[in-house]
């Protein structure tokens, strides 16, 4: 578990990652040649090349993209709430308690605000649309940040952290699973087009966010100590 000075310096550095991207989307230059142009020579920056060659790739790589499509759906906030919240409803009936289930709810309103809002402001066009352009702004589109990845981070991430105790082997294989499912989420999204790879780092980021938010706000309640701390078998939140 992070100490406070860490989470502040951990979100702090999240947000400056972030701002960064969003500042890379509001300054990228629209139509990239399909021939090969060295970055910068043309005042295109190393990440917009590397958003539009990917992209490429993604194009030349997957024919058939029904596999890739079915993986990505477990990036779907609702695919992610359907697995979660029955278990979260009958550990919270069973402890007597809302803790387990109100802490998934406060962070998927956290990370759903967070990105939501963003993608609504910067409006960024989902490669699909915009190729071979770079995802046009103002259109009312969704793609900056990735939901998906979103999703994957926050509350899968949510339901690692309170279903293990600190420093056991189970959490790591928890956090192993949430990494290894974020990894999948993310390359099936970029493999079947529906996000730039900057979208999903995006994403990912405020995933970290909210998580890192909501487990330190239950930390400093006392809330599940043991998921922060040796377990007590008098703990029942």
């Not at 040649?33 to 958003?51: A, I, K």
């Not at 990917?54 to 477990?74: G, P, Q, Y």
């Not at 009958?90 to 109100?102: F, H, K, T």
């Not at 087009?193 to 999903?200: A, K």
């Amino acid at each position: 578990m992070l100490s406070p000075r860490r989470y502040v310096f951990t979100v702090i550095a999240l947000t400056i990652f972030i701002a960064a991207l969003t500042l890379f989307v509001f300054m990228q230059h629209g139509f990239v040649h399909e021939t090969y142009v060295r970055p910068q020579s043309d005042g295109r920056s190393w990440l917009e090349w590397f958003d539009w060659y990917s992209i490429r790739e993604a194009r030349r790589l997957v024919d058939n993209k029904k596999v890739f499509e079915i993986t990505a759906i477990f990036g779907l906030r609702g695919t992610i709430i359907s697995f979660c919240l029955p278990i979260l409803a009958l550990v919270s009936w069973r402890r007597r308690s809302w803790a387990p289930i109100a802490g998934f709810v406060l962070v998927l309103l956290f990370e759903t605000g967070l990105a939501g809002s963003t993608k609504m402001a910067i409006g960024r066009e989902f490669p699909w649309q915009s190729w071979p352009r770079m995802g046009a702004l103002g259109t009312k589109e969704l793609a900056f940040p990735s939901g998906h990845a979103t999703n994957v981070v926050a509350l899968l991430g949510y339901m690692a952290w309170y279903f293990t105790k600190a420093t056991t082997f189970m959490r790591k294989v928890a956090w192993g699973l949430v990494a290894s499912a974020s990894v999948i989420v993310g390359l099936s999204s970029w493999l079947i087009r529906t996000h730039w790879p900057t979208d999903l780092f995006a994403g990912t980021a405020f995933g970290a966010i909210a998580l890192l938010t909501i487990v330190a706000l239950y930390s400093a309640l006392g809330i599940n100590p043991s998921a922060t701390a040796p377990h007590s078998p008098t703990t029942h939140l």
